[in-house]
């Protein structure tokens, strides 16, 4: 029975991605795709500042509760609504805020990549996942704080390369289906 609890709600340390909470992220953003495809949408793009202002300030209010969370991985796989509203008002920040940053200073090397990984993300996500627990598994806790930011820029350029060597290799397999 805890097998099965485990793959829906249960808290178990050995458990990860349960069903619930992690179904409600790709819900939303299904969600957020079909909200995007309505004609009233157009209205609320007038109202970004305040959707941005607003996320901003759940952020900043939800922060010790939301980066408590994030750095503690039992409490994140196991999260609750609060933290899952917090998750949500962060990536609608990020969406909103790269768009208009982008408007503004776009530097078209970094907006065509960013176009690129967006349009891949799903490649790009598990690519960087099976870098991460593979590498993470071998050296947890054994790295000190300054090699985060190179840890960052290899596995970001990694799963790059990855991703774009998966399309490069599965592109000519499909069409000859």
């Given at each position: 029975m805890k097998y099965l609890q485990a793959f829906f709600y249960g808290n178990y340390d050995w458990s990860y991605f349960p069903l619930l909470p992690w179904l409600?992220?790709?819900?939303?953003?299904?969600?957020?795709?079909?909200?995007?495809?309505?004609?009233w949408y157009a209205k609320i793009r007038k109202a970004e500042y305040y959707i941005l202002a607003g996320s901003f300030i759940l952020l900043i209010i939800g922060f010790d509760h939301g980066f408590s969370i994030s750095t503690n991985l039992e409490l994140y796989y196991h999260h609750h609504w609060v933290f899952f509203l917090w998750a949500i008002a962060f990536m609608i920040f990020w969406a909103i805020g790269l768009k208009w940053v982008r408007k503004c200073c776009s530097i078209p090397p970094l907006a065509n990549y960013l176009q690129w990984a967006g349009r891949n993300v799903t490649a790009f996500?598990?690519?960087?996942?099976?870098?991460?627990?593979?590498i993470a598994t071998a050296i947890f806790k054994t790295q000190a704080g300054w090699m985060l930011p190179i840890w960052f820029i290899f596995i970001l350029a990694f799963s790059s390369l990855l991703t774009y060597y998966w399309f490069i290799i599965r592109l000519p397999l499909l069409e000859r289906d």
């Open positions: 409600a992220y790709p819900l939303a953003g299904f969600s957020f795709g079909l909200i995007r495809q309505k004609a996500y598990i690519f960087q996942w099976l870098l991460i627990g593979n």
